[in-house]
């Protein structure tokens, strides 16, 4: 059985199409890149997958692990394994880091009827992820990534994606905005996390971060569908020719 | 409906004469009666003026600007009488679950009485004196000779501008009197904790507090008003605080009163040159709710922050007055209030900041948070600063708002349940006012309080949320005129 298996997704934001029948199958230990222009229903995609509401899905269905993932909450859709690291990290004032993965950790645990983690069993644990990620201990009592610099919130989410050990990963343009130190430890953090019983989604709209993650599969997204799918070699021939003649090639097809 | 509750308002202004006042002339007999016998005359004619200037005016009405969005129908019609000391009898038991841990002592009042066999002085280290303001005027130790307390007492809280001052110093009958002597420092809370309990009663006091804080001494006290049972009752409290030069100071008010109660609580202080104050308002309870905040800097370099939380539900009504006077140059004044309101819950933030023509060099600040948890709830926050010194720097702020979806999104999509995940923004924005008290027994003692009544509230609010749809007419306390 496949981890993950998007069929026939059709989804909207305030009543525009933006998904427009995507075909997925992703199984466990696989990494899969999706690229694609602005605009092009990736992020669309990873907040269906999240379960954020304010994204309709008007057909298709989401099987995860066998189960319909388009009938979780975003809390249960996290508690069985997915995982979301945004492309713009949220700001809390007034929660702290440590404080906040270990609520999420705990939450999951109780979830599968697990005991929770005091503070001495998680302390030791995300001290050791913080050095992966080679960031400071000062981030642990700091309010969740406020006043945090673009690289550090990212480092971040990888951090608790680290702590969470989520079946499925979705990187969400994790990359931009990164320069070229931010962005290898990100990629360091990701592949230390890469299982036969792990899978990740990596969305991305350059080619870059796949020269530190390597990729099985390439699935280009334009204008809400997959137009093409692929192994590493298809992202080096979008770096070269860009996403334009795939661009046009869909907007011949579509009626004026 | 509405010209209906404005009729009403209007016989209830004029109604404020003698019938309805007639519980407090009681009061005012019998206190002055036996004031005559055991007071000195500077203290009889201090209740006398306060008298004359509350039976003059009597309750204002939502036409004074001050209260404009407050009415006080309620509180006027109901007929709040005296307790005589030791009526209601109060068991140790009863005060267990309204003990503050780490405490130096604690002094209980019950009714406006002293209660020193419920009271807890503990050993009080040197330099310290804390007693019971009429035994400290009425016993003649030298120590607490009334000429200490005459210099202080009624010389700040403004009786001409405000009539619950006016009240409260007409018919007050006890209070907690604390003098910190110069250079003392004092690691653990004074805990001051005023107890309504009528049993049935419904029963007015007028607590009055005096606490001089002298030259470089440093203390931490809480002001703690509860109630044992769920009547009525009517606390109308003043507090003076005169901090010397060099003092530093944080003195605590918690109301967690029932959700029948008038609480009407005042705190003045007096800070000379370099004196730090800190008043922390931590409003949970009582269901309306007066908290005036008057500190006047009165002396170069001196320094306060006037820190609060509000927290309603239901129907509760909380009203912050703040009135931050800059006297002399070189001083700072910083005001954060968080409020969080529910249900039908009302607030009110009045931000008043006076610069003086001297007061050259001053740096006042103020910032009002809202949270609204629900349509029916309502902030009306006001900012008014009145700048007579042309070398100053002023600035305010408020917000009012809704929890942020996309920070309770980011939780959820970690695995936290969206009641959790409310709770959790819920108490991180009350926090923020955690953040600005100085580490301290006093500070875990409101933490707690803090996050229990957030617990209660996220699981009201939860509880009400099927049946969202409610009457909406029958406000209690308000009606703007």
């Known amino acids: ?18 998904l427009k029948g995507v075909n997925l199958t992703v199984n466990a230990g696989e990494v899969h890149s999706i690229m694609g222009p602005n605009g092009s229903g990736k992020s669309t995609l990873a907040a269906v997958l999240a379960r954020r509401d304010a994204y309709e899905v008007t057909g298709g269905r989401i099987l995860f692990n066998g189960k319909d993932l388009l009938e979780m909450d975003p809390e249960e859709a996290a508690c069985e394994g997915v995982f979301l690291a945004f492309q713009y990290p949220v700001e809390i004032p007034g929660i702290g880091n440590a404080y906040f993965v270990r609520s999420a950790m705990n939450a999951i645990r109780k979830y599968h009827g697990e005991e929770e983690l005091d503070a001495m069993d998680f302390l030791p644990l995300y001290k050791e992820r913080m050095k992966l990620l080679e960031m400071d201990e000062k981030f642990m009592s700091r309010s969740v990534n406020e006043g945090f610099s673009g690289g550090e919130k990212k480092r971040n989410e990888i951090l608790q994606l680290a702590m969470l050990e989520p ?75 860009g996403y334009s003649r795939a661009e046009a090639d869909v907007q011949q097809a579509l009626p004026a | 409906m509405k010209t209906a509750a404005k009729a009403m308002g209007n ?16 009061a005012y007999e019998e206190v002055r009666a036996h004031g005559l016998e055991r007071e000195p005359v500077w203290l009889q004619q201090l209740r006398e003026d306060g008298w004359a200037r509350f039976s003059a005016r009597g309750f204002p009405s939502t036409h004074d600007e001050d209260w404009r969005f407050t009415n006080l129908a309620t509180l ?47 050993s009080l280290p040197e330099g310290l004196l804390v007693c019971s303001l009429a035994k400290a005027i009425d016993c003649g130790r030298e120590e607490c000779a009334p000429e200490g307390i005459e210099q202080h007492l009624g010389r700040y809280a403004d009786m001409s501008r405000d009539v619950f001052t006016a009240l409260n110093t007409a018919l007050w009958e006890d209070g907690a009197y604390l003098r910190i002597h110069r250079g003392v420092t ?32 440093q203390a931490a006290i809480v002001e703690d008003y509860v109630s044992l049972g769920s009547e009525a009752a009517f606390s109308n409290a003043v507090t003076e605080l005169a901090a010397g030069q060099d003092a530093v100071i944080s003195h605590f008010l918690v109301e967690r009163e029932n959700l029948a109660s008038f609480n009407v609580s005042t705190l003045r202080i007096e ?35 006037i820190n609060g939380l509000f927290v309603g539900a239901g129907r509760q009504h909380i009203d912050n007055y703040m009135l931050v006077e800059h006297a002399r140059p070189h001083c700072n004044s910083r005001q954060f209030y968080n409020g969080i309101l529910a249900d039908h819950a009302r607030g009110v933030f009045h931000g008043r ?91 875990e003692f409101v933490e707690g309080l803090i996050r229990e009544r957030l617990q209660e509230l996220a699981s009201a609010v939860q509880a009400a949320a099927p049946a969202a749809t409610q009457e909406d007419e029958t406000q209690n306390w308000e009606e703007v005129g």
């Open chain 2, 353 to 443: 900041i006076v610069v003086h023509k001297d007061a050259q060099k001053t740096d006042a600040k103020q910032t009002n948070r809202n949270l609204l948890l629900s349509d029916n709830a309502r902030i009306d926050t006001k900012p008014q600063l009145e700048i007579y010194a042309d070398d100053v720097k002023c600035t305010h702020g408020a917000t009012i708002g809704q929890i942020d979806e996309a920070q309770l999104f980011y939780l959820r999509a970690r695995g936290i349940a969206e009641a959790d995940a409310r709770n959790l923004l819920l108490y991180a924005f009350a926090a923020e006012c955690l953040d600005r008290m100085k580490d301290s027994a006093a500070r």
């Open chain 2, 186 to 217: 004092l690691e653990q809370p004074i805990h001051l904790l005023y107890v309504s309990a009528g049993a049935g009663a419904e029963i007015a006091t007028h607590p009055r507090t005096l606490i001089i804080a002298e030259d470089a001494s």
């Open chain 1, 167 to 241: 079946k499925l990963a979705i990187l969400d343009e994790t990359d931009s905005g990164l320069d070229i130190d931010a962005l290898r430890i990100v990629a360091q953090g990701v592949n230390a996390m890469r299982s036969p019983d792990r899978a990740f989604l990596v969305i991305t709209h350059y080619q870059r971060l796949l020269d530190y993650i390597a990729t099985d599969f390439v699935h280009v997204l334009v204008d809400g569908k997959i137009e093409r799918s692929g192994g590493p070699e298809l992202a080096l021939e979008l770096e070269e020719k």
């Open chain 2, 76 to 122: 006027a019609k109901t007929p709040f009488r005296r307790a005589a000391k030791g009526e209601f009898a109060v068991s140790p038991a009863q005060l267990e679950p309204w003990r503050l841990a780490g405490a130096a002592c604690q002094l209980v009042f019950v009714n406006g009485h002293f209660a020193p066999e419920l009271s807890d002085l503990g």
């Open chain 2, 271 to 305: 800070q000379s040159r370099n004196a730090n104050v800190d008043s922390h308002s931590i409003l949970l309870g009582g269901g309306l709710v007066r908290n005036n905040v008057h500190p006047v800097l009165n002396g170069e370099g001196a320094e306060c922050l």
């Open chain 1, 1 to 18: 059985m496949a981890l993950l298996e998007i069929q026939d997704l059709h989804a909207s934001v305030d009543g525009h199409e933006i």
């Open chain 2, 11 to 26: 016989e209830r202004t004029m109604a404020t004469e003698t019938g309805r006042l007639s519980k407090y002339f009681e």
